[in-house]
Each structure stands twice: as structure tokens, then as C-alpha cells.
């Protein structure tokens, strides 16, 4: 598979070294799991690119919203991809997942969590229950507050600085190359 694309059905990518030495990516799907030779950042990196965004710039707006650290990345919002990772996405074994496939975890261990995800499939990832816990809830509470920043927007009402126009009134172009609004229209020259 030349570039692989996050989809509804991505539920994890996991880091793995190929025989090679060099770092792979174990793709888990709802029904599958796939190798692929790109790093896990890098599986992001082109999906964000693929839905019309970057990963920078979506790990920007995640800062914006007060996620400072290790932020959750939204891929696709009309699609519901939202991952988050589990350490910094410069360390070798950064494990990604998604936010909508998580059922359920569990402690194992001093320095482990099982995940359960929604396809029955558990994953043990390397990090404490209350870190794990941490970060499953940040991504929970940015992927509210962006479905309510694209829930239908406020009227102009609601915005005390913004003049409501009627649609009887005309645009034309004055001599500086802005727009005014008359009551008349133009004639048309």
C-alpha cells in the first residue's frame, strides 16, 4: 500500500521496527491489521494533508483551544477522526488512537493500560492509568468543543458590533475599490 489514508474504520497506529531497523506503522482497523512502512506521524501527517489541512496547523488550532501539550489532532471533523497520542510524536514508540474506537481500559500492570476497543480487540499500551485517562478525556473535551464551534452559528443579534442589512439594499463599488451599500440601485452605466 503506497499512502494510507485514516478512515472511520482507523482505530490505532502503532509503531513497530521492521527487520530492517527502520520504523513501521501496525495500522489496526475495525476488521484488520495493516504493516505499512511509514511512521506513525507520518500515516497523520499525509491524512490531514488528504482531508485539506496540515498536521502542523491542526496541532495549531488544538494549542489555540488551550491543548498545550501533546494536543489531540482532529484529522477530519465531518468524519469524526480524532486521535490523540498517548507521549510526545518524537519519540520512536508514540502510539496514536482513536478517540471514537476506545470502549474501555483497564490498569495492567505498574506502567501499562489495556485498551479495549470497540471491535472487542485490546491493545496494552505503555503509560499509567492516570495519564491514559488524562488524555482520553482532553481529547474528549476538544472534540465537544469543536462540534459546538460547528454547530450553527449565533445571529447577528448576538453580536452587538455587526450592522444587519436588508437584502433590498444594493452593492456598489466607489472609488477606491470598496463596497458601500445604497437604498437605490446603480444605474447601470
Known amino acids: 500500500?503506497?499512502?494510507?489514508?485514516?478512515?472511520?474504520?482507523?482505530?490505532a497506529l502503532l509503531p513497530y521496527d521492521s527487520p530492517d531497523g527502520s520504523l513501521q506503522t501496525w495500522v489496526i482497523e475495525e476488521?484488520?491489521?495493516?504493516?505499512?512502512?511509514?511512521?506513525?506521524?507520518q500515516v497523520l501527517?499525509?491524512?490531514?494533508?488528504?482531508?485539506?489541512?496540515?498536521?502542523?496547523?491542526?496541532k495549531k488550532g488544538a494549542v489555540s483551544m488551550g491543548y498545550k501539550s501533546m494536543p489531540p489532532i482532529c484529522i477530519c471533523s465531518e468524519l469524526g477522526l480524532y486521535f490523540f497520542s498517548l507521549m510526545s510524536e518524537a519519540r520512536r514508540e508514540c502510539v496514536w488512537l482513536s478517540h471514537t474506537h476506545i470502549r474501555d481500559w483497564r490498569k495492567c500492570g505498574e506502567r501499562h493500560v489495556m485498551v479495549h476497543l470497540m471491535n472487542g480487540r485490546k491493545i496494552p499500551?505503555?503509560?499509567?492509568?492516570?495519564v491514559f485517562q488524562s488524555k482520553l478525556?482532553?481529547?474528549?473535551?476538544?472534540?465537544?468543543?469543536?462540534c459546538e464551534r460547528m454547530a450553527p452559528r449565533r445571529?447577528?443579534?448576538?453580536?452587538?458590533?455587526m450592522l444587519e442589512v436588508s437584502s433590498a439594499e444594493h452593492l456598489i463599488i466607489n472609488e477606491r475599490g470598496t463596497y458601500s451599500i445604497c437604498e437605490k440601485a446603480p444605474a447601470v452605466e
Open 125 to 130: 499500551v505503555p503509560v499509567q492509568l492516570n
Open 31 to 41: 476488521e484488520r491489521i495493516l504493516s505499512l512502512p511509514q511512521t506513525p506521524y
Open 155 to 161: 445571529s447577528a443579534n448576538e453580536y452587538p458590533e
Open 45 to 58: 501527517h499525509y491524512s490531514c494533508g488528504y482531508f485539506g489541512s496540515t498536521f502542523s496547523g491542526r
Open 1 to 11: 500500500m503506497d499512502q494510507y489514508i485514516i478512515s472511520q474504520k482507523t482505530m
Open 137 to 146: 478525556m482532553r481529547a474528549a473535551q476538544f472534540r465537544y468543543q469543536l
